[in-house]
């Protein structure tokens, strides 16, 4: 068994994905070069307002309650690959059979699925959650899936062997959909234009005329016409996989200032991002918000004064005939152009799937990290990845989940800075601050206790801990006999007095093969002050000069 | 027979009325074992309402009063049988077996306070307690106000660093710190905290004393210390999971401290109550008030005279090292003394007192417990 998804009206379904709101609304998608723009696609509300295709975009313009949007090839291919994660979600064998058709492979669903309508339904609501409204049909054979699908609205389920009893009701038109552009639409008026004249207006008609007469007449083309019509025809599909590229993108007719209205933006294409990965049963672990901004357009208005061709990459450049002062403005240009697309990446610990949760990380991100500029075009594409296998051990102590850390820690970040936020890693030295932040994870401080043996754990615990001074504190010392006898610290007042007891001299060096070499003294001391007693680490840089208290033993 | 007692809550100036009849034991009886004689007014009336019934309550309230019934407070009024009873806690190692045998362990879900001054071992407790919670598997985060904490020291207590969340707050806000030609680099590495030479040293970045405005200056940065600790607590308290969370208030100034209002505390314990986390706050005095159910107050004991005999004991050995191996002087009124480095910060005494505690009534108890030095081995 086969079944079909087709998008009727593609143009203005991918508008409509992308705005959801005007569902309601007449609308009316125009296309080609200003002023020659002539409306391609128009809705259900539109045709009643007498907005009709071919129109131009001034006569459409004549009707205020018209919404008219420029044709966009992005929301079209982004509602086209929508279209492919959903039927890839039911079907390893899927066809692509056009931009608006998809035809996928039953054989063996029935088992996990259930029955054929309840896999249609089930197509169907699967391309409903991606935004999609779509006729569904399933039948035995690929093309009278097609038809059906093409000419029935909603859910259509075909019997094996009923094929031409169910199709008959069909128009001629039909036959020919999907022959749009230069000689195939010239054959198929013609062939219209000649069915037409013999009476032939539905495919029940067509398929009971005598096969040797409408080859005679037709040829070959004639008998195929009428095998699809009879629902007849059989073939093997042509699979095609589908690359994993998860994108969205959406142009903006007025360019966003303030973030809030980006938000909303951003907060539909990260619903559309998650549900068509969670067709494909993916995560993400990795964000890349893309924006344009708006003086880009003057960018290239430059650049066709200059005249030089320029690739959207900015790396093909035909640099041929150019004066230096040119090539060199252009240079210049390339580099502004460069800086007015702002990109930032949203790296996660763990493979997550919450559009609220990444729609609350990029407004943190946002907000710590503005563009700067207003934004005509926002793109969000994200890394596919196996989503995580989250095993909760019944006596493991409870740890955050990882989404709401992950919400936390990017509003700690916003609150005390970047690197300021996470665990510690030693490293392999000896340098006094031998250490580096790097990203709490959960899952990892989720892994299992290791075992200590209790007495051990004690005798490890108790131990005198150092608190540092960042920076460390420099110090006024009086010395006698070299050894530190007086201690006062400017900053501080608490850290000054009589020296009582000192261990000392232990001198450290390091990195002296490298720019940043260290060489000191240390010495641990206990300073009177008043009644007070305190113990310090004082530090005598060898290299710099100086002394320094560098932390407090507490 | 039902009977009610009166009692006036000083915090909301309302009445409250205690249902006898729910706990009878729990209710006042008059000292021969009699119940309060019933209202003279309801008797005088024949009042035919049922002894438990809320009418009967208002009625019996407005006769001890002497208040007309309409202007008693609505139905606002909850029986304090039918208030929430305060389960016992949780009580978990704070891996310094003195402490436990003196507290019975830190309670989960209750605000606990450790106070001290510098060099009492606030961080020593601080660092065995996390040692224990990270070692039962638990996440950890502690809030560093005043960006304090030694990784190695972490490392020297066994704590597990893969469990422990460090939330380093600073002076600067963070969009102040984006811009890197006035601000210093931030410190996540090493070689740019350390006092390395030919490069200023690591004071470059630091206001220079000049008296009052020195002073002035430094109670912002207290200021901004706070505010970031208070709302990063804030934060991980809400997300939940953690098993500890540390305050660490040890380095600042107690005026500073005591600006945090006695609302926020109460709002940390009402977010930690039902929840398996510690919430631990290190200051150098008291400053959560009656918020906190543990409060431990740390001293430095008089432990220099043990440790000098425990250095005398070791001179034999020092004596055969050069100074610059490492030697201990003692000067001032102390004799001079030459031993091993180890043993200066070996056997520290650290007193700790049980101040207050949720659990018990009169708690003044105390411990004395050793410390040892990371490289004493």
């Given amino acids: ?554 | 027979m039902s009977s009610a007692v009166i009692s006036t809550s000083a915090a909301l100036g309302r009445p409250f009325l205690f249902d006898v009849d729910a706990e009878p034991e729990a209710g006042l009886k008059a000292p021969g074992g009699t119940a309060p004689q019933a209202c003279p007014e309801r008797s005088r009336r024949g009042c035919p309402l049922e002894p438990s019934s809320p009418e009967h309550r208002r009625d019996l309230l407005s006769c001890t009063l002497n208040i007309p019934q309409s202007k008693l407070p609505p139905a606002s009024i909850a029986p304090a049988s039918r208030l929430e009873i305060r389960s016992t806690p949780e009580m978990i190692s704070s891996g310094i077996p003195a402490i436990d045998i003196l507290t019975g362990g830190l309670p989960r879900g209750c605000l606990t306070e450790i106070c001290g001054p510098v060099s009492s071992g606030r961080t020593t407790v601080l660092l065995a307690t996390l040692a224990a919670a990270t070692g039962r598997g638990e996440c950890c985060a502690l809030i560093d106000a005043s960006d304090a904490l030694d990784p190695d020291s972490l490392a020297a207590a066994g704590v597990d660093l893969d469990r422990l969340l460090w939330v380093r707050c600073n002076e600067e806000s963070p969009r102040r710190r984006r811009d890197p030609e006035k601000c210093a680099a931030p410190k996540n590495t090493a070689p740019a905290a350390t006092p390395s030479g030919g490069k200023g040293g690591p004071e470059q970045s630091a206001c220079d004393f000049d008296g009052k405005g020195w002073v002035k200056n430094e109670s912002r940065r207290s200021e901004r210390r706070l505010e970031q600790v208070l709302r990063a607590t804030d934060l991980l308290l809400e997300s939940g999971g953690f098993g500890l969370i540390i305050l660490d208030l040890a380095d600042v100034p107690p005026l500073a401290a005591r600006r945090i209002p006695l609302t926020t505390w109460f709002r940390f314990r009402r977010a930690v109550e039902h929840k398996p986390t510690i919430l631990l706050a290190i200051a150098q005095q008291p400053i959560a008030g009656s918020c906190s159910s543990l409060l431990l107050q740390l001293a430095v004991a008089k432990r220099r005279q043990n440790a000098a005999r425990g250095a005398g004991r070791g001179s034999d050995l020092a004596r055969q090292r050069t100074p610059e191996e490492g030697t201990m002087h003692c000067e001032g009124d102390c004799e001079s003394i030459e031993t091993a480095h180890m043993h200066l910060l070996s056997g520290l005494e650290m007193h700790v007192e049980l101040i207050r505690s949720r659990l018990d009534r009169k708690p003044a108890r105390c411990v004395t417990f050793e410390t040892k030095t990371a490289w004493a081995g």
């Avoid at chain 1, 039911?90 to 056009?98: I, N, W």
């Avoid at chain 1, 710590?368 to 006596?395: D, N």
């Avoid at chain 1, 920076?471 to 007086?486: D, M, Y």
């Fill in chain 1, 1 to 554: 068994m086969f079944a079909c998804i087709y998008i009727p009206n593609f143009a203005v379904a991918a508008a409509l994905r992308a705005e959801p709101e005007l569902e309601d609304r007449p609308l009316a998608i125009f296309d080609g070069k200003p002023p020659l723009e002539k409306l391609i696609a128009v809705n259900e509300s539109a045709k009643g307002l007498g907005g009709a295709p071919g129109m131009t975009k001034a006569q459409a313009e004549l009707c205020s309650e018209l919404a008219l949007r420029p044709r966009s090839s992005l929301q079209e291919s982004s509602t086209h690959a929508a279209l492919l994660d959903c039927a890839q979600s039911f079907s390893p064998c899927v066809e692509d059979s056009a931009c608006d058709t998809i035809l996928l492979d039953l054989s063996g669903m029935g088992t996990l699925l259930g029955s054929l309508p309840k896999i249609s339904r089930a197509i169907f609501d699967r391309a409903t959650g991606l935004g999609l409204k779509a006729n569904v049909a399933a039948a035995a054979n690929p093309d009278a899936a097609l038809l059906a699908a093409r000419g029935f609205p909603g859910i259509t389920v075909i019997p094996a062997g009923k094929e031409a009893e169910q199709l008959g009701s069909l128009p001629t038109q039909v036959l020919f959909s999907d022959h749009r552009e230069g000689g195939e639409k010239e054959l198929a008026n013609t062939l219209l234009e000649t069915l037409d004249r013999w009476g032939i207006r539905n495919l029940r008609a067509l398929a009971a005329l005598p096969e040797v007469s409408l080859s005679e007449r037709l040829g070959q083309a004639g008998l195929g016409l009428q095998k699809l019509a009879r629902g007849a025809r059989s073939r093997t599909l042509v699979p095609v996989e589908a690359p994993l590229i998860f994108e969205e993108a959406i142009a903006l007719e007025h360019p966003i200032v303030l973030l809030e209205p980006l938000a909303f933006l951003l907060h539909r294409l990260l619903e559309q991002l998650c549900a068509r990965l969670a067709s494909r049963a993916l995560s993400t672990q990795e964000l890349r918000l893309t924006l344009e901004l708006s003086n880009l357009t003057g960018i290239e208005d430059e650049f066709d004064q200059v005249g030089i061709a320029s690739e959207s990459d900015g790396s093909n450049e035909t640099w041929g005939g150019q004066t230096a002062s040119a090539v060199r403005r252009s240079a210049a240009l390339l580099t502004r152009r460069r800086q007015t697309r702002f990109s930032r990446t949203l790296n996660l610990p763990l493979p997550m799937l919450d559009a609220k949760v990444f729609l609350k990380l990029l407004q943190l991100d946002l907000n710590a990290h503005p563009p700067g500029a207003p934004i005509v075009k926002i793109q969000l594409s994200a890394e596919p990845a196996r989503p995580r296998s989250a095993q909760g051990g019944l006596f493991l102590p409870p740890s955050p989940e990882p989404e709401k850390l992950e919400l936390t820690l990017a509003r700690i970040t916003g609150i005390v800075g970047e690197q300021q936020v996470g665990a510690v890693e030693l490293l392999d030295t000896h340098h006094p601050e031998g250490f580096r932040m790097r990203r709490f994870v959960a899952e990892v401080a989720r892994k299992a206790p290791v075992r200590k043996n209790p007495e051990s754990a004690e005798m490890n615990s108790v131990v005198t801990a150092l608190r540092r001074f960042r920076p460390p504190l420099r110090a006024n010392v009086t010395l006698k006999n070299g050894q530190p006898t007086r201690l006062t610290c400017p900053k501080k007042k608490e850290v000054q007095g009589v020296v009582l007891w000192k261990a000392g001299p232990w001198r450290f060096s390091g990195d002296w093969w490298e720019h940043d070499a260290w060489s000191r003294d240390e010495w641990d001391l206990a300073l009177r002050n008043g009644d007070a007693i305190s113990f310090h680490r004082l530090v005598h840089d060898r290299l710099g000069g100086g002394w320094f208290v560098e932390g407090t033993y507490d």
